[in-house]
């Protein structure tokens, strides 16, 4: 079996994430890295059911073992690198300065247009997109309203910030 040939529409059009990462409702957001699994692992298993529901490309199908979400975010820390991918946390202002207050409330994450993400071998996205963004919130963010905050923010930023050829 051949590996997965890399995805290389990014790194093809030169598209890069911004050098400096915006805030929103005073939260961060820093790449997505496998040194965050101690704060992923709970906001997913604690509101899988909710992301499921609203991110919309079905995952996760339940609670991941910390295996799993290890490997997943080894991969998601990984893709950048290669302008395969980009992925974000989205942490509490509090939580980048003392880790025992830490609260990473979700995940940002950008695409290639090519990108399947649900298994069923179509994107599902305009053939003039330049990236599919998703992303996903804990129960805890959703509950306080910053669902629909993000969205509008993620949003703007995209579009204000992001080096496209089209539009993301």
């Not at 529409?9 to 957001?29: A, D, H, S, V, Y």
């Not at 890295?33 to 059911?49: G, M, T, Y």
């Not at 499921?52 to 975010?73: H, K």
């Amino acid at each position: 079996m051949r590996p997965k040939e890399p995805n290389t529409f990014f790194l093809n059009r030169g598209i890069r994430p911004p050098k400096t990462l915006p805030r929103f409702e005073g939260n961060r957001l820093v790449p997505l890295e496998a040194k965050h699994l101690r704060w992923d692992l709970p906001v997913i298993n604690s509101s899988w059911e909710l992301i499921r529901r609203t991110r919309g490309d079905g995952f996760p199908n339940g609670p991941l073992s910390r295996r799993e979400d290890y490997r997943d975010l080894v991969v998601h820390g990984e893709e950048p690198k290669r302008g395969e991918a980009f992925h974000f946390a989205v942490f509490t202002p509090r939580s980048l300065k003392t880790l025992f207050l830490n609260k990473m409330i979700g995940c940002i994450y950008v695409y290639p247009p090519s990108a399947e993400l649900d298994g069923s071998g179509q994107t599902g996205v305009p053939a003039d997109a330049d990236a599919i963004v998703s992303f996903l919130f804990s129960r805890w963010a959703y509950e306080r309203g910053l669902y629909p905050k993000s969205e509008a923010f993620i949003r703007q930023w995209i579009r204000n910030d992001w080096p496209r050829e089209t539009s993301l």
